[in-house]
Protein backbone atom coordinates (compact mmCIF):
# COMPACT_ATOMS: atom_id res chain seq x y z
CA UNK A 1 0.00 0.00 0.00
CA UNK A 2 1.35 3.54 -0.95
CA UNK A 3 2.61 5.53 1.78
CA UNK A 4 0.26 8.81 2.28
CA UNK A 5 3.68 10.36 4.55
CA UNK A 6 4.80 13.35 2.46
CA UNK A 7 8.47 13.60 2.33
CA UNK A 8 10.30 16.88 3.89
CA UNK A 9 12.03 17.62 0.13
CA UNK A 10 8.74 17.76 -0.88
CA UNK A 11 7.00 19.53 1.95
CA UNK A 12 10.19 21.93 1.64
CA UNK A 13 9.56 22.63 -1.70
CA UNK A 14 5.58 23.38 -1.84
CA UNK A 15 6.61 25.67 1.00
CA UNK A 16 8.80 27.26 -0.96
CA UNK A 17 6.91 27.97 -3.55
CA UNK A 18 4.04 29.28 -1.34
CA UNK A 19 6.25 31.90 -0.35
CA UNK A 20 6.93 32.94 -4.47
CA UNK A 21 3.30 33.17 -4.91
CA UNK A 22 2.81 35.43 -2.61
CA UNK A 23 5.61 37.38 -3.26
CA UNK A 24 3.93 37.49 -7.01
CA UNK A 25 0.54 38.18 -5.18
CA UNK A 26 2.23 41.17 -3.63
CA UNK A 27 4.04 42.74 -6.87
CA UNK A 28 0.92 42.35 -9.09
CA UNK A 29 -0.52 44.42 -6.16
CA UNK A 30 1.92 47.08 -4.67
CA UNK A 31 4.32 47.92 -8.14
CA UNK A 32 5.29 50.92 -9.29
CA UNK A 33 5.79 52.66 -13.02
CA UNK A 34 8.98 55.07 -12.23
CA UNK A 35 8.32 56.31 -16.04
CA UNK A 36 5.12 58.06 -14.46
CA UNK A 37 5.36 58.28 -10.76
CA UNK A 38 7.99 60.00 -10.74
CA UNK A 39 8.40 63.99 -11.23
CA UNK A 40 10.75 63.95 -14.49
CA UNK A 41 9.65 67.53 -15.92
CA UNK A 42 9.70 69.77 -13.12
CA UNK A 43 13.45 71.15 -13.35
CA UNK A 44 16.08 70.62 -10.01
CA UNK A 45 15.41 72.81 -7.41
CA UNK A 46 18.91 72.98 -6.01
CA UNK A 47 17.70 74.32 -2.79
CA UNK A 48 17.18 70.39 -2.09
CA UNK A 49 19.50 67.67 -0.68
CA UNK A 50 19.94 64.92 -2.48
CA UNK A 51 20.04 62.84 0.32
CA UNK A 52 19.66 63.15 4.24
CA UNK A 53 22.59 64.80 5.21
CA UNK A 54 23.54 62.78 7.91
CA UNK A 55 24.79 60.51 5.36
CA UNK A 56 26.96 62.55 3.63
CA UNK A 57 30.85 61.11 4.17
CA UNK A 58 31.30 64.34 5.82
CA UNK A 59 28.79 64.98 7.93
CA UNK A 60 30.25 65.95 11.55
CA UNK A 61 33.70 66.59 10.21
CA UNK A 62 35.82 69.45 10.23
CA UNK A 63 35.15 70.11 6.08
CA UNK A 64 31.55 70.05 6.85
CA UNK A 65 31.41 72.42 9.52
CA UNK A 66 33.09 74.88 6.97
CA UNK A 67 30.69 74.15 4.05
CA UNK A 68 28.20 76.95 3.40
CA UNK A 69 24.49 75.18 3.25
CA UNK A 70 24.77 75.24 -0.93
CA UNK A 71 27.71 73.59 -0.66
CA UNK A 72 26.30 70.50 1.43
CA UNK A 73 23.44 70.47 -0.90
CA UNK A 74 25.88 70.11 -3.74
CA UNK A 75 27.46 67.66 -1.98
CA UNK A 76 24.56 65.24 -1.27
CA UNK A 77 23.36 65.45 -4.84
CA UNK A 78 26.34 63.82 -6.18
CA UNK A 79 26.80 61.41 -3.38
CA UNK A 80 22.89 60.23 -4.14
CA UNK A 81 23.73 60.16 -7.63
CA UNK A 82 26.94 57.93 -6.70
CA UNK A 83 25.09 55.63 -4.68
CA UNK A 84 22.26 55.10 -7.59
CA UNK A 85 25.50 54.72 -10.09
CA UNK A 86 26.73 52.02 -8.08
CA UNK A 87 23.12 50.51 -7.57
CA UNK A 88 23.01 50.50 -11.20
CA UNK A 89 26.33 48.69 -11.18
CA UNK A 90 25.26 45.64 -9.01
CA UNK A 91 21.99 45.26 -9.88
CA UNK A 92 23.12 44.55 -13.49
CA UNK A 93 24.95 41.70 -11.57
CA UNK A 94 22.31 40.48 -10.08
CA UNK A 95 20.33 40.48 -12.93
CA UNK A 96 22.85 38.11 -14.46
CA UNK A 97 23.21 36.19 -11.72
CA UNK A 98 19.34 35.02 -11.04
CA UNK A 99 18.67 34.26 -14.65
CA UNK A 100 22.03 32.22 -14.51
CA UNK A 101 20.53 30.40 -11.53
CA UNK A 102 16.97 29.84 -13.44
CA UNK A 103 18.62 28.57 -16.48
CA UNK A 104 16.65 25.92 -18.15
CA UNK A 105 14.73 25.47 -14.95
CA UNK A 106 10.80 25.03 -14.95
CA UNK A 107 8.98 27.97 -15.85
CA UNK A 108 5.52 26.87 -14.80
CA UNK A 109 7.26 26.84 -10.98
CA UNK A 110 6.06 30.11 -9.02
CA UNK A 111 9.90 30.59 -8.06
CA UNK A 112 10.94 30.84 -11.61
CA UNK A 113 8.29 33.13 -12.18
CA UNK A 114 9.04 34.75 -9.06
CA UNK A 115 12.65 35.36 -10.31
CA UNK A 116 11.63 36.75 -14.01
CA UNK A 117 9.66 38.84 -11.84
CA UNK A 118 12.51 39.93 -9.97
CA UNK A 119 14.90 40.59 -12.90
CA UNK A 120 11.90 42.75 -14.33
CA UNK A 121 12.17 44.89 -11.16
CA UNK A 122 15.62 45.16 -11.51
CA UNK A 123 15.45 46.84 -15.03
CA UNK A 124 12.81 49.27 -14.20
CA UNK A 125 15.20 50.52 -10.88
CA UNK A 126 18.22 50.73 -13.15
CA UNK A 127 16.47 52.85 -15.63
CA UNK A 128 15.07 55.15 -12.44
CA UNK A 129 18.53 55.49 -10.96
CA UNK A 130 20.17 56.33 -14.36
CA UNK A 131 17.12 59.15 -15.26
CA UNK A 132 17.95 60.47 -11.24
CA UNK A 133 21.68 60.58 -11.62
CA UNK A 134 21.11 62.66 -14.35
CA UNK A 135 18.38 65.03 -12.88
CA UNK A 136 21.11 65.70 -10.03
CA UNK A 137 23.66 67.04 -12.42
CA UNK A 138 25.68 64.37 -11.95
CA UNK A 139 28.14 62.54 -14.53
CA UNK A 140 28.11 58.84 -14.91
CA UNK A 141 30.06 57.49 -11.83
CA UNK A 142 32.03 54.08 -11.98
CA UNK A 143 33.08 51.95 -9.53
CA UNK A 144 37.07 51.59 -10.51
CA UNK A 145 38.54 49.27 -13.20
CA UNK A 146 39.97 46.79 -10.74
CA UNK A 147 36.42 46.71 -9.02
CA UNK A 148 34.52 46.66 -12.35
CA UNK A 149 36.81 43.42 -12.85
CA UNK A 150 35.97 42.00 -9.96
CA UNK A 151 31.86 42.81 -10.49
CA UNK A 152 32.80 40.90 -14.31
CA UNK A 153 34.19 37.57 -12.34
CA UNK A 154 31.79 37.44 -9.55
CA UNK A 155 28.86 37.52 -11.61
CA UNK A 156 30.25 34.62 -14.08
CA UNK A 157 31.58 32.51 -11.02
CA UNK A 158 29.26 33.31 -8.06
CA UNK A 159 25.84 30.90 -7.43
CA UNK A 160 23.65 29.75 -4.83
CA UNK A 161 23.95 30.95 -1.22
CA UNK A 162 26.77 33.23 -2.36
CA UNK A 163 25.14 34.87 -5.21
CA UNK A 164 22.18 35.60 -2.88
CA UNK A 165 23.39 36.13 -0.05
CA UNK A 166 25.84 38.90 -1.39
CA UNK A 167 22.49 40.70 -3.50
CA UNK A 168 21.18 40.50 0.00
CA UNK A 169 24.45 42.60 1.85
CA UNK A 170 23.71 45.15 -1.07
CA UNK A 171 19.98 45.79 -1.07
CA UNK A 172 20.31 45.78 2.84
CA UNK A 173 22.65 48.52 3.06
CA UNK A 174 20.82 50.30 0.37
CA UNK A 175 17.48 49.59 1.90
CA UNK A 176 18.17 50.99 5.01
CA UNK A 177 19.51 54.54 4.08
CA UNK A 178 17.06 54.98 1.46
CA UNK A 179 14.37 54.41 4.10
CA UNK A 180 15.33 57.96 5.85
CA UNK A 181 16.00 59.67 2.53
CA UNK A 182 12.53 58.83 1.90
CA UNK A 183 11.02 60.43 4.89
CA UNK A 184 13.42 63.64 4.67
CA UNK A 185 11.50 66.83 3.27
CA UNK A 186 14.66 68.02 2.93
CA UNK A 187 15.99 65.69 0.16
CA UNK A 188 14.68 66.84 -3.38
CA UNK A 189 10.78 65.28 -3.73
CA UNK A 190 11.62 63.41 -6.90
CA UNK A 191 14.43 61.39 -5.32
CA UNK A 192 12.16 60.62 -2.12
CA UNK A 193 9.62 58.78 -4.79
CA UNK A 194 12.70 57.31 -6.12
CA UNK A 195 13.71 56.12 -2.68
CA UNK A 196 10.29 55.10 -1.83
CA UNK A 197 9.60 52.84 -4.77
CA UNK A 198 12.96 51.11 -4.30
CA UNK A 199 12.25 50.71 -0.40
CA UNK A 200 8.86 49.12 -1.62
CA UNK A 201 9.60 46.62 -4.13
CA UNK A 202 13.05 45.86 -2.80
CA UNK A 203 11.67 44.60 0.25
CA UNK A 204 9.99 41.30 -1.92
CA UNK A 205 13.83 40.72 -3.35
CA UNK A 206 15.18 40.96 0.35
CA UNK A 207 12.59 38.27 1.36
CA UNK A 208 13.25 36.39 -1.25
CA UNK A 209 17.33 36.70 -0.68
CA UNK A 210 16.92 35.48 2.62
CA UNK A 211 15.35 32.30 1.73
CA UNK A 212 17.10 31.35 -0.91
CA UNK A 213 20.17 31.81 1.09
CA UNK A 214 18.98 29.06 4.15
CA UNK A 215 17.38 27.29 1.46
CA UNK A 216 21.30 26.91 -0.20
CA UNK A 217 23.08 26.35 3.05
CA UNK A 218 21.03 23.93 4.34
CA UNK A 219 23.09 20.77 3.55
CA UNK A 220 26.38 22.94 3.28
CA UNK A 221 29.45 21.81 4.84
CA UNK A 222 32.24 23.65 6.77
CA UNK A 223 34.37 24.37 3.81
CA UNK A 224 31.84 25.33 1.40
CA UNK A 225 30.02 27.50 4.33
CA UNK A 226 33.50 29.22 5.25
CA UNK A 227 34.15 29.92 1.72
CA UNK A 228 31.08 31.60 0.67
CA UNK A 229 31.51 33.47 3.80
CA UNK A 230 34.53 34.98 2.75
CA UNK A 231 33.24 34.90 -1.01
CA UNK A 232 30.42 37.31 0.54
CA UNK A 233 31.88 39.12 2.88
CA UNK A 234 34.70 40.42 0.00
CA UNK A 235 31.96 41.17 -2.23
CA UNK A 236 30.07 43.33 0.70
CA UNK A 237 33.49 45.18 0.75
CA UNK A 238 33.84 46.33 -2.26
CA UNK A 239 30.31 47.16 -2.49
CA UNK A 240 30.09 49.08 0.36
CA UNK A 241 33.26 51.05 -0.40
CA UNK A 242 32.01 52.08 -3.66
CA UNK A 243 28.66 53.69 -3.26
CA UNK A 244 30.45 57.23 -3.03
CA UNK A 245 32.90 57.52 -5.95
CA UNK A 246 35.94 59.93 -5.00
CA UNK A 247 35.24 62.41 -7.78
CA UNK A 248 31.95 63.25 -5.87
CA UNK A 249 33.74 66.05 -3.82
CA UNK A 250 35.50 67.88 -7.17
CA UNK A 251 31.78 67.69 -8.87
CA UNK A 252 30.39 69.40 -6.02
CA UNK A 253 33.42 72.64 -5.76
CA UNK A 254 35.33 70.85 -2.87
CA UNK A 255 38.87 69.92 -2.49
CA UNK A 256 39.17 66.98 -3.25
CA UNK A 257 42.00 65.92 -1.20
CA UNK A 258 40.93 67.52 1.88
CA UNK A 259 37.11 65.72 1.47
CA UNK A 260 38.49 62.04 0.72
CA UNK A 261 41.21 62.35 3.48
CA UNK A 262 38.49 64.21 6.29
CA UNK A 263 35.73 61.69 4.62
CA UNK A 264 38.10 58.18 5.11
CA UNK A 265 38.58 58.95 8.97
CA UNK A 266 34.57 59.99 9.84
CA UNK A 267 33.74 58.40 12.71
CA UNK A 268 30.09 59.45 12.21
CA UNK A 269 29.58 57.73 8.88
CA UNK A 270 31.12 54.77 10.21
CA UNK A 271 29.03 54.60 13.49
CA UNK A 272 25.91 55.29 11.23
CA UNK A 273 26.62 52.08 8.45
CA UNK A 274 27.54 49.51 11.40
CA UNK A 275 24.12 50.66 13.63
CA UNK A 276 22.39 50.36 10.08
CA UNK A 277 23.42 46.68 9.17
CA UNK A 278 22.90 45.32 12.70
CA UNK A 279 19.85 43.17 10.75
CA UNK A 280 21.77 42.39 8.46
CA UNK A 281 24.88 41.15 10.82
CA UNK A 282 22.38 39.37 13.15
CA UNK A 283 21.25 37.54 9.57
CA UNK A 284 24.55 36.59 8.25
CA UNK A 285 25.40 35.28 11.91
CA UNK A 286 22.05 32.84 12.21
CA UNK A 287 23.79 31.88 8.69
CA UNK A 288 26.79 31.32 10.22
CA UNK A 289 28.19 33.51 7.44
CA UNK A 290 30.24 35.33 9.93
CA UNK A 291 33.34 33.55 10.08
CA UNK A 292 36.61 35.13 11.36
CA UNK A 293 37.99 35.74 7.84
CA UNK A 294 34.49 37.57 6.94
CA UNK A 295 34.51 39.35 9.83
CA UNK A 296 37.40 41.30 8.53
CA UNK A 297 36.60 42.70 5.46
CA UNK A 298 32.98 43.49 7.44
CA UNK A 299 34.96 45.70 9.90
CA UNK A 300 37.14 47.20 6.87
CA UNK A 301 33.86 48.03 5.14
CA UNK A 302 32.50 50.12 8.35
CA UNK A 303 29.42 47.26 8.70
CA UNK A 304 29.99 45.61 11.89
Known amino acids: MASSTVRPEDQDRAA ?6 RLLDSSAK ?10 WNTPLDTDHHGASPEWSTLYGTAYWGELTESQRKALTRQEAASVAS ?14 RDMYAKDPTDPRFQWALTEV ?3 CRHSIMFARGAAKL ?3 AYRPRRPVLELGRAFKTLAFGEAAYAAILVAEEVLDVMQRDWMRDERVAPFVRTINNIHVV ?19 AGPVRRHLNALVVAIASY ?4 SMVNRDVYVNAGLDGARA ?19 GLMEFLSSARLLTKPALFFYQRAHLI
Open 260 to 278: RAEAKTNEHHKSLMRSSCS
Open 120 to 122: ADE
Open 238 to 241: YIVT
Open 16 to 21: EQDVAR
Open 201 to 219: EESRHMKFARDETRKRLRD
Open 86 to 99: TGIWFEMILQQMVL
Open 30 to 39: LSYDPATEVD
Open 137 to 139: GAP
